[in-house]
């Protein structure tokens, strides 16, 4: 990703220049250097850097981990921050705002390329989920349509298999293929699914169209064995005994 712009950071001027000088080698562009929180939203929004290096200690005040707040308020670009500051307050206070790498100073070429290339490949994986989304139909509950990028595939309910979560993520897995959104299991069961659809464990709920087997750890469907935690067990077993 050699065209990418870099914008810097840094209130030691002698540090960004050859941050500069490193960046330029390794085939980057990069905005002029700045110091502090103020300069630092004007060079965003004038230059719309790519990536952001982002030293903690800046010039006056809000620091390199405020900036850093409202860059990932405002979803402008992705993050690292560079700092001489290992202690933990500092690193816990850098880790409630998720950057995509923390460098500690002095680093080196190879340090500073790997971080950025795959901070912003993670980014860019980032911006990819959230143009994914589910549409409810208004015609009734027996699909929905899944949004990638520009096109939407719709699904019919039937089809899922099973759902897994990851975090604020779901892989919905369907007899032709899987489709990953962000959503939460919860919302996707209460907002999208019907009464098919069964929670069985904190991470997985499955559509008991496609069930096969029940044993005491786990559930097969479509062939596959998905885990079973105890609670849900007794309530999907009544489900069945009401047929």
Not at 15 to 22: L, N, T, Y
Not at 29 to 49: F, G, S
Not at 71 to 76: F, I, K, P, S
Request: with cysteine; proline share 4%.
């Amino acid at each position: 990703m050699e065209n990418l712009k870099i914008g810097i950071v840094e209130d030691d001027l002698i540090i960004a220049e050859s941050i500069v000088q490193i960046l330029k080698h390794l085939g980057y562009r990069t905005t002029q250097p700045v110091r502090n929180y103020a300069d630092a939203l004007t060079m965003i929004n004038a230059e719309a850097p790519d990536l952001l290096l982002i030293d903690i200690i800046l010039v006056g005040s809000p620091d390199g981990i405020e900036l850093a707040k409202k860059v990932r308020e405002d979803n402008t670009c992705p993050f690292i921050f560079i700092t001489g500051n290992s202690d933990r307050p500092t690193v816990d206070r850098a880790k409630e705002v998720r950057p995509y790498a923390y460098l500690v100073k002095p680093f080196n070429e190879n340090d500073l390329f790997s971080a950025i290339e795959i901070a912003f490949s993670a980014f860019n994986h980032e911006e990819q989920l959230r143009n994914r989304e589910v549409i409810k139909t208004t015609n009734g509950n027996d699909f929905i349509f899944i949004k990638e990028n520009h096109l939407f595939h719709k699904i019919e309910l039937k089809e899922i298999i099973y759902i897994e979560s990851e975090n604020v993520y779901l892989n919905i897995h369907t007899t032709k293929r899987k489709y990953l959104v962000r959503s939460k299991l919860d919302e996707f069961i209460s907002d999208f699914a019907n009464e098919n659809f069964f929670r069985i464990h904190r991470s997985y709920a499955i559509n008991i169209k496609h069930l096969e087997t029940i044993n005491s750890l786990s559930v097969k469907v479509g062939g596959q064995d998905i885990p079973l935690h105890k609670p849900y067990k007794q309530e999907l077993l009544s489900v069945f005994k009401s047929i």
